[in-house]
């Protein structure tokens, strides 16, 4: 895409259980490039950073419903709880995270690659109000 001089964007995380937060933040992110690439966190490293009662969704069915949004153009799972090696695979233009994040707070191994890269790191503002793990709460709450 560089070649052509187009602009691939990525992003990644966990997309346990979709809600209108990532579906705006992922049409911001779309916004920014020409393509965007979703990295999705699999199943065993999701645990790993949610807990045992996560992933909600298996890694198919997750990537499965990314991809079929319009503005994401490819999704790829990944096994690592870092999105190092897919970010060094993706080699991405720009890089997006949501606002619960900033430049200091990226994982180092992480930003160290975008750097080594030369991606441009964007954070689009977070959503207030959606949470997969907000959901989930809720959830529990009516069950009871």
């Known amino acids: 895409m560089r070649s052509l ?70 999704v790829t799972i990944f096994p690592d709880v870092r999105a190092t090696a897919f970010l060094e695979a993706a080699a991405p233009a720009i890089y997006v995270k949501g606002g619960d994040y900033t430049r200091e707070t990226l994982e180092p191994n992480e930003r160290a690659a975008l750097e080594k890269i030369g991606a441009d790191i964007r954070i689009i503002p977070f959503e207030s109000g959606y949470s997969t793990s907000m959901l989930i709460e809720r959830l529990r709450k009516i069950d009871k």
Do not use: I, M, Q
């Not at 997309?15 to 937060?21: A, E, I, T, V």
């Not at 393509?35 to 950073?49: I, K, P």
């Open 5 to 74: 001089g187009k602009k691939l964007v990525a992003t990644n995380g966990c997309f346990d259980l979709l809600h209108p937060g990532h579906v705006r933040y992922l049409g911001a992110a779309r916004s920014l490039g020409d393509a965007l690439v979703v990295g999705v966190n699999g199943d065993a490293s999701v645990r790993e950073l949610k807990g045992k009662d996560r992933p909600l969704n298996n890694e198919r069915d997750r990537a499965e419903v990314l991809a079929a949004l319009e503005d994401v153009d490819l």
